[in-house]
């Protein structure tokens, strides 16, 4: 089992930058895949990036290319999410999420360990 905590969410504005973290607790981080999703008010949870154990393989959602970075050091048991030129539809509550699947899946029902969320609102 592991447990996640996220943090380094808050209000920017446009065009600026947050680096998002997710702290890992339990045993093992490296064998998860971790990802991002993120959930805007009324609206479904969607994934924005996500890393393999080994941080070899990443993937992003077409709205993050270019403009997110995620990576992690497991020696820390963190995973971060860096998202620069923010516009204001990114705004929402970003959540990590852990699968012990082999592969980074977009779908949210195939992580199994959520964290609480942290919020990221951008401003116009």
């Known amino acids: 089992q592991v447990q996640l905590v996220e943090s380094g969410g808050g209000l920017v504005q446009a065009g600026g930058s947050l680096r998002l973290s997710c702290a890992a607790s339990?045993?093992?981080?490296?064998?998860?895949?971790i990802s991002w999703f993120r959930q805007a008010p009324g609206k479904e949870r969607e994934f924005v990036a996500g890393?393999?154990?080994?941080?070899?393989?990443?993937a992003y959602a077409d709205s993050a290319k270019g403009r997110c970075t995620i990576s992690r050091d497991n020696a820390k048991s963190t995973v971060y999410l860096q998202m620069n030129s923010l516009k204001p539809e990114d705004t929402a509550v970003y959540y990590c999420?852990?699968?012990?699947?082999?592969?980074?899946?977009?779908?949210?029902?195939?992580?199994?360990?959520w964290g609480q969320g942290t919020q990221v609102t951008v401003s116009s």
């Open positions: 999420a852990a699968t012990l699947r082999l592969y980074i899946s977009r779908s949210r029902l195939e992580y199994d360990y």
């Open positions: 890393i393999s154990g080994g941080g070899s393989v990443t």
């Open positions: 339990g045993r093992t981080f490296s064998n998860y895949a």
